[in-house]
């Protein structure tokens, strides 16, 4: 990590945990006028870069701070500091490449590099994620989350696999699958249905072949369950088959077993 010739930094990264930005902003998103600083407190030039974590081992970039009067034992008023990067708050990851800590000082920058840059969501249509169950995107809901790669719902999908329902608007038919191969996500299992509509699926593939992609336009895409990336695949397939017989979607849906 290199910042505008800024040497004498911190990188202060809240893991996985969203909640913790919450030290320096109030409910109304104002900055709150303290932060506690329990190591690498220093006033007057050193700056804070503040990551806000995504998983382990990725966060975003969201602002840079400097402390500038000490309160307490370990609560201090700061600023913000103006970077070219604050162009890119919220949507700047940065990678580490080590173990996970709070504390980073400036000889820990090497450690952190620029994985991607999300898109601005200016003309986004998709609500933000609120919580799995109120997931239903359409098609052409589903695609404009994937093509952007919305952050709400990179940061929720990609760490879950699931079992999930398709419904064909058209008919009322219904499809219920799984993610849970080796390493994919709900995430990148609903990629592949944004970039082919029937996501090599036997039935949705012939609808494909026999209607093209504007049939799709109805579909609409449902959480039914989901499961820690841990998860035994028997587990995963056990759920889809107990769903599957609830709908009955092999008698009467689109499902071939």
Known sequence: ?????????????????????GAYLNENGMAEETVSVSRGAQLGDRVYIILNGIDGSRSKYMFAIRLTEKVDHNNYKWEKVPLSIDQYSGRM?????????????????????????????????????RDYESV???????????DNEYVDYYEHLACVKAVYMIIDGNTGKLYIGSAYDKDETLWARWRTYANTCHGNNIKLKELFDEKGPSYFEKFKYIILQIFPRKTPNKEIIEAETRYKNRFLTKEFGLNLN
């Open 1 to 21: 990590m290199q910042l505008e010739r800024i040497d004498n930094y911190y990188i202060w990264w809240y893991g996985a945990s969203i909640k913790d930005i």
């Open 93 to 129: 990851v940065f990678r580490c490449n080590r173990k996970f800590s709070f504390y980073n000082s400036s000889e820990c920058g090497s450690s952190f590099s620029v994985e991607s840059i999300y898109p601005l969501e200016e003309s986004r249509t998709v609500e933000q994620f």
């Open 136 to 146: 239903e995107l359409s098609f052409p809901q589903l695609k404009e989350v994937i």
